[in-house]
């Protein structure tokens, strides 16, 4: 799975499959989660995660859910969508990406 257009984007995009095991990770990614191992393809998302977070990906695996939140760590602020992605209309697995968003970040209302 090697999606090259998302290799050099400036967004961490994480794919993993229904047993939440690793099978895409971007640059950004690599280097987002640089503190869990060097090589995370075919290890566990549950091995990077609290409980509360585990169960939260066992959820989303299990009903399709989203999981769409912002976070602010060590001034830098991101907002995490992680969804199912699916093939032939079943869940296959988990997509997260994770954006930097600039502090003072516009937000507009549109008509």
Not at 12 to 24: E, R, S
Not at 94 to 111: N, Q, T
């Given at each position: 799975?090697e999606?090259?257009?998302?290799e050099?984007?400036?967004?961490a995009i994480?794919?993993?499959?229904?047993?939440a095991d690793?099978?895409y990770?971007?640059?950004?990614?690599?280097?987002?989660?640089?503190?869990?191992g060097?090589?995370l393809?075919n290890?566990?998302?549950?091995n990077?995660h609290?409980e509360?977070s585990?169960?939260?990906i066992r959820?989303?695996l299990?009903?399709?859910?989203?999981?769409?939140y912002t976070i602010e760590k060590?001034?830098?602020k991101?907002?995490?969508v992680?969804?199912?992605?699916k093939?032939d209309e079943?869940?296959?697995?988990l997509?997260?990406?994770s954006?930097?968003?600039?502090?003072?970040m516009?937000h507009f209302?549109?008509?």
């Amino acid at each position: 799975m090697e999606p090259i257009w998302t290799e050099n984007l400036n967004i961490a995009i994480t794919v993993c499959n229904t047993k939440a095991d690793i099978l895409y990770m971007n640059a950004k990614s690599k280097a987002t989660f640089a503190k869990y191992g060097e090589d995370l393809l075919n290890k566990s998302l549950y091995n990077c995660h609290g409980e509360a977070s585990s169960e939260k990906i066992r959820q989303m695996l299990s009903d399709g859910s989203e999981n769409i939140y912002t976070i602010e760590k060590a001034g830098v602020k991101k907002i995490i969508v992680q969804m199912p992605w699916k093939q032939d209309e079943l869940i296959a697995g988990l997509v997260e990406l994770s954006i930097e968003l600039p502090i003072d970040m516009p937000h507009f209302v549109r008509k």
